[in-house]
């Protein structure tokens, strides 16, 4: 049996290939053009990387949560099976306290068993129904500055790729670092194939896509926007830390060293 990445759609792998049909062939109906919808994702050559997690920082909500909630109101999942895992589970992540494997195993087990065309419909039913509501004009405009800027602009998710990618190209992403679901003869095997892009993974897997790109995270002044404890290392390897609605500890962590807060649900961008 064969393995390989994710490839539905053209966003730029960790080395920066693209991958997948048109952006036009994959803009769901209503939204409007996606990845072209600011200024050039570029950052060629910038000398500065702006860093942005997506799930409770630029999204109003859990993507993986989120997706679990909605297949079990289509009927795909069954509700006395999800519900409760699905609620334990997003309970312990926002502490720090759940296992890394776990929680990426479990929610890529949702997709187990189909091909990646097999869930498009539903996938592109679920950015327009539940993702796109919660997304604030305030995180389009955060990631616009950026980009307006010339910097360099990326998103790194603990989110599987497959469940993000539409999401990044409605907020004007062209990079894309997450979890990377596996594939065994064109199917979700329901596991993840490399380095979990979570916590210290983000590191890890941050200084890989740009030792790809030829350069390295000390050649830019870097900004890295998160909500969440699991994002600390991210946080404390970049120049300008941002907590964006900060969960408990890092709220506290953020004031003892004097990170910039910010409430993007209230259109708060100065911080």
């Not at 590191?203 to 870097?222: K, N, P, Y």
Request: charged share 20%; aromatic share 6%; glycine share 8%.
């Amino acid at each position: 049996m064969t393995q390989q990445a994710i490839g539905a759609l053209p966003m730029a792998h960790d080395d920066g290939r693209a991958h997948g049909t048109s952006t036009e062939e994959t803009t769901p109906a209503g939204i409007g053009p996606l990845a072209t919808r600011h200024a050039s994702p570029g950052g060629e050559h910038a000398s500065r990387l702006a860093l942005f997690d997506l799930d409770h920082t630029l999204l109003l909500g859990d993507s993986d949560v989120l997706w679990c909630d909605f297949l079990m109101d289509q009927g795909v999942l069954a509700r006395a099976d999800f519900a409760q895992r699905n609620a334990d589970i997003e309970a312990r992540y926002k502490t720090g306290a759940v296992d890394a494997v776990e929680f990426a195993n479990f929610y890529l087990s949702t997709l187990a068993g189909r091909s990646p065309a097999q869930w498009e419909a539903m996938r592109r039913q679920f950015l327009r129904d539940v993702i796109m509501p919660r997304i604030p004009q305030a995180s389009i405009d955060l990631v616009a500055s950026h980009q307006c800027a010339g910097d360099l602009v990326v998103l790194t998710t603990a989110t599987n790729r497959f469940l993000t990618e539409l999401t990044a190209q409605h907020l004007g992403f062209a990079h894309v670092i997450a979890t990377e679901p596996e594939l065994v003869d064109g199917v979700f095997s329901g596991a993840t194939t490399g380095v979990l892009n979570m916590r210290g993974g983000k590191v890890t897997r941050l200084h890989a896509w740009l030792q790809a790109r030829g350069t390295q995270l000390q050649c830019f002044e870097s900004t890295g926007y998160s909500d969440s404890i699991n994002d600390l290392p991210l946080l404390e390897a970049v120049d300008h830390a941002v907590v964006v609605h900060a969960d408990a500890r890092l709220a506290a962590i953020a004031a003892e060293r004097g990170w910039r807060s910010m409430d993007l649900s209230k259109g708060d961008l100065r911080g």
